[in-house]
């Protein structure tokens, strides 16, 4: 299983993680998820993040 992209920064706009893009509710069921899951999960939480650190508020 892959690893919890989380960075123990877990400040949020608009419900998502300003650290590892992910929604509250991905957050709470990322364990429940396949691999596949998961991986899609990981590949829109990227997307989400760019954007974020396009508008400059991606945390590190």
Known sequence: MS??????VCEFEKDICLG????RQEIKG?????KGER??????ADM???ALEATGRRKF
């Open 20 to 23: 590892c893009g992910r929604s």
């Open 39 to 44: 991986l899609l999960l990981l590949a829109e």
């Open 3 to 8: 690893k919890s992209p989380c960075i123990k």
């Open 48 to 50: 989400r993040l760019l």
């Open 30 to 34: 990322w364990k429940r998820l396949g």
